[in-house]
């Protein structure tokens, strides 16, 4: 048996019961883009159960083939870490810290002093806009760029013809030293980019340095339970690393995909599975940058793909499809949205159903763990029609 989760990351799909505390009431990411977007047709998707938890009017009807529930979160905040982790049993209680003003004095002297050089920016920004903004005075000075944004994280840009890789990691590992205690962020981003002012672009070797879980996920439940268990795109990053036994970066989501479909195509023989697939750039792309048809684009781009992963499935396997937030390419400002989220399953041998809404995304670390007899983490409840007998 292997099991699939593909994350759609940010792909929430309305109104959460804690929305209005968050500031997000009506926000609705898969919702709205379908409106924004018209003809958007997703009937692979929709047979998956999406057009049963929201209204896609570009999607004409189609025999449902999954098993569908809506998920609330549980987790005390709308970021990359909070969704993942309580995903796999760990629910996040105390929200990381942000900066909204930019980061403190005594932590700006800490990091010059790390870095051995000043900082360019200390601000909240787009990462795109600041690049464009800072980046040729970033290559006269060498000067790194730091910003951050709504979320809990410390952003480290530099030119590849300026800082070489190797010395950006290394000073996104200081920040993460630094980072610690008071200071404490969910995620330290190192941001390569390349090219000349005016034409500047990020590279595919983006890293980033993860604050680790406080304990044992249901990753790491499975290993111990002999599953073999695979990363694919920034999931090894999210983790830290810890509980995967092949950790295989991406470029896009369509190289997730595809890396996705060749784990599945040369499979060990007979071995259980667990495959944990990220899919950012809905995220990154297209919900920060409030971009409607970009996101509408990667929706179907991934509505194609479906056929080809449903068709690498054996008996006993099962493709999982839910999300980590929201992040609404319609809503004012450029921020996560909280919103309730998908969880799309199809798996030859379920009987196609929907269900009802479902109170933690901890639940599909308890299904995972009955699935595979592992020991469970987190208090979510199992889902009986994806569990056989």
Not at 28 to 56: K, R
Not at 109 to 134: C, D, K, Q, Y
Not at 246 to 262: C, F, I, M, R
Request: overall charge negative; glycine content about 12%.
């Amino acid at each position: 048996m292997r099991i699939i989760l593909l994350v759609i990351d940010s792909g929430g799909i309305g109104p959460a019961p804690d929305s209005e505390a968050f500031g997000d009431l009506g926000a609705n990411t898969i919702g709205h883009t379908a409106q924004a977007v018209p003809g958007l047709a997703l009937p692979n998707l929709a047979a998956m159960g999406l057009s049963s938890l929201v209204d896609l009017p570009g999607t004409p009807a189609v025999p449902l083939k999954g098993v569908a529930y809506p998920v609330h979160s549980q987790a005390a905040g709308k970021d990359t870490l909070a969704g993942h982790w309580e995903m796999m049993g760990i629910t996040v209680t105390v929200p990381f810290r942000t900066f909204p003003n930019g980061f403190d004095a005594d932590i700006v002297a800490r990091l010059t002093e790390a870095f051995g050089r000043p900082l360019l920016g200390n601000e909240v920004a787009s990462g795109t806009e600041i690049m464009a903004r800072l980046g040729e005075r970033h290559m006269q000075t060498g000067w790194p760029i730091v910003y951050t944004s709504a979320d809990s994280v410390l952003q480290i840009a530099a030119h590849e013809d300026i800082v070489p890789l190797p010395q950006l990691y290394a000073w996104s590992q200081s920040a993460r030293d630094i980072m610690q205690g008071p200071w404490l962020v969910g995620r330290i981003i190192a941001r390569p980019f390349v090219g000349t002012p005016g034409h500047f672009t990020r590279t595919a070797h983006r890293h980033d340095f993860s604050v680790k879980a406080p304990s044992a996920t249901e990753v790491d439940a499975l290993q111990q339970a002999g599953v073999r268990t695979v990363a694919v795109g920034k999931i090894g990053d999210i983790f830290s690393g810890q509980g995967f036994d092949v950790k295989t970066p991406t470029v896009s989501n369509q190289d997730g995909l595809e890396k996705t479909a060749q784990a599945l195509e040369q499979w060990p023989s007979g071995k259980p599975g667990f495959i944990f697939t990220n899919l950012v750039e809905f995220d990154s792309l297209y919900g920060h940058r409030r971009d409607p048809v970009g996101y509408a684009r990667a929706l179907r781009e991934l509505d194609d793909f479906l056929p080809r992963l449903w068709n690498l499935l054996g008996p006993g396997d099962q493709l999982w499809i839910t999300a980590d937030h929201g992040c609404d390419p319609t809503y004012p400002g450029t921020d996560h949205t909280r919103e309730t989220l998908p969880w799309l399953c199809y798996g030859p041998s379920l009987i196609p159903g929907i269900g009802h809404p479902r109170s933690t995304l901890g639940d599909i670390a308890a299904t995972l763990a009955a699935l595979f007899s592992a020991t469970q983490v987190g208090h979510g409840h199992i889902s009986d029609k994806l569990v056989p007998g």
